[in-house]
């Protein structure tokens, strides 16, 4: 079983859209949650640290439920620059685990 | 300025040479990772290194060779390139325990 898993998609949304991406982890120890984005042929960029009481970046909210060990993103309003993979990142004091990433393509 | 730079960014060689990615960050942290990154596009772990010592070495070929200088610079030695061995290379450091990841811009490594 991998560490962790996420639906590598596509997601094709128009702009304006709303969209969620979820993951879940199997170590019930992870301590640290994070959603990376990565463009194409660059490099992964940290997006936003994942809270237990969940935490907001204007378009960008993320949400960690232990109980059910996944963590989520939710995007509003999409742009055509939010076009690009998302990785669900989990660490458990030792390593970093990466999720496969989930394609986002937001269409004019 | 530039907190976690590779070099170089591009490296086109020949099956069976022996090349060197070097990696620099300068922004303080105690520890380095090397990623590798395919053309499936999955992120593997390959290496790390906490204040200079290895502390994840994930099932490579011994022809990858990490080396750690000091804390602020982990450079891969890779011996007898193979096909196979084509790909992105990412250098990244963070603070360990449970802060972020910062990437360097990747090794674009082509074997021809």
């Known amino acids: 079983r991998k560490e962790v898993e996420q639906d590598p998609g596509p997601f094709n949304v128009p702009e304006g859209a709303t969209v969620a991406f979820n993951c879940t982890y199997s170590?019930?120890?992870?301590?640290?949650f994070f959603w990376y984005r990565q463009d194409c042929r660059k490099e992964p960029k940290l997006l936003m640290s994942v809270y237990s009481s969940g935490n907001e970046d204007g378009r960008f909210t993320a949400q960690l439920n232990r109980a059910s060990q996944y963590i989520s993103l939710l995007i509003r309003d999409s742009k055509l620059s939010d076009s690009a993979t998302y990785l669900c990142?989990?660490?458990?004091?030792?390593?970093?685990?990466f999720g496969t990433g989930t394609s986002l393509t937001v269409i004019p | 300025d530039t907190a976690v730079s590779q070099t170089p960014k591009y490296l086109v060689t020949q099956m069976g040479n022996d090349k060197s990615i070097k990696c620099e960050q300068n922004?303080?942290?105690?520890?380095m990772y090397w990623y590798k990154q395919d053309s499936k596009k999955f992120l593997k772990i390959m290496f790390s290194?906490?204040?200079?010592?290895?502390?994840i070495n994930e099932t490579v070929p011994n022809r990858f060779s990490p080396k750690s200088p000091d804390k602020a610079h982990l450079n891969l030695h890779i011996n007898s390139l193979e096909l196979g061995d084509s790909a992105v290379y990412f250098c990244a450091s963070s603070q360990f325990g449970h802060q972020p990841q910062h990437f360097g811009d990747g090794t674009r490594l082509s074997i021809l």
């Open positions: 170590n019930s120890a992870s301590q640290s």
């Open positions: 922004l303080g942290h105690d520890t």
């Open positions: 290194y906490n204040n200079k010592e290895l502390i």
């Open positions: 990142v989990v660490n458990d004091g030792n390593q970093f685990y």
